[in-house]
């Protein structure tokens, strides 16, 4: 039997498509090693701290002309802030949550990218956009619908840090959809340095407990992980250049699946028929938004 050949736009952007699944693979499994370095007495803001600066010195290795882009750039300033307490919020919620829970909360961006949308892009609310609100809000009252040990919605510590990173995650969108010029390697280097500047402050803000004595297995683990956020880096980097933002977009939800499946084996979330209903319902609300 002669194989049928792919078409030729396909096999070009497979690399792109796999760069993307690397990355949701990496962001999607990211919740283990802070849970184990925590465990290793390495408070999750200190290991933010460090894996993040730990990515800085690689991208001014690799692009130290990121570093004039960002200084050039007020709105970048504002990235890096925004950035920071993005990924900050959400290690602190992976790591003290629930992470099924954590992740789908996040994944809430359309019912706040809508908003801040209308407000700084002044871009028009159509009806997709009000469905996703619709649907997206749906799946959130379902996840955190009253049950047997809860007399009403009920938010633990870590659905707050879930709610409040998606939040920032989807302003830092609007911000860089206001400057798409932007210089690449200014943002990427604002991201990275502003989790690393903002888990600092918070860390000596909030009086964490120290850093422990350096010992090779939470040494290990910190740097191995700071090497995956890089490889990340460059490979959402890779596809997101080689595809359509709303292909891009809807690869990248696979994270959810990774960060879900993985918690569920490993013991560190729980999936309930009434949680994957309210996953479903958000998951399927960022996909309309990616598909926009």
């Known amino acids: ?34 849970q184990r370095l925590q465990r290793l007495g390495v408070d999750p803001l200190w ?26 750039s007020r709105r970048l300033w504002l990235v890096l802030l925004v950035s920071g307490l993005t990924n900050t919020l959400f290690n602190l919620g992976i790591t ?19 908003p801040i949308a209308w407000l700084v892009l002044r871009e028009p609310v159509s009806g997709q956009r009000l469905l996703q609100l619709v649907v997206a809000t749906s799946g959130a009252l379902v996840v955190l619908w009253p049950d047997a040990a809860h007399a009403s919605l009920h938010l633990q510590a870590g659905d707050w840090m879930g709610l409040l990173a998606g939040v920032c995650f989807a302003l830092n969108t609007v911000l860089l959809r206001h400057d798409p010029d932007a210089d690449r390697g ?49 490979a959402m980097q890779h596809g997101a250049s080689a595809l359509p933002a709303n292909v891009s977009a809807v690869i990248m939800l696979t994270e959810v699946l990774w960060a879900t499946g993985s918690s569920v084996w490993l013991g560190a979330g729980h999936a309930s028929l009434r949680l994957l209903l309210g996953g479903a319902l958000i998951v399927g609300s960022a996909t309309l938004a990616a598909l926009e």
């Open 186 to 234: 200014g943002r990427v280097l604002a991201m990275f340095l502003g989790s690393s500047l903002i888990a600092t402050v918070l860390a000596l803000g909030l009086t964490v407990p120290a850093l422990p004595p350096p010992r090779p297995e939470w040494l290990a683990l910190a740097c191995g992980l700071a090497g995956l956020y890089l490889i990340s880096n460059l």
């Open 96 to 114: 003290t949550g629930d992470v099924v829970r954590v992740v789908l909360l996040f994944y809430l961006m359309p019912v706040w990218i809508v």
């Open 1 to 34: 039997m002669t194989p049928v050949a792919a078409p030729a736009g396909t096999v070009r952007r497979l690399p792109g498509v796999l760069g993307l699944l690397i990355s949701a693979m990496i962001w999607g499994l990211s919740w283990w090693p802070l």
């Open 47 to 72: 290991s933010t701290s460090l894996l993040f600066s730990g990515v800085v010195v690689a991208i001014s290795l690799i692009q130290p002309q990121a570093w004039v882009a960002l200084w050039r």
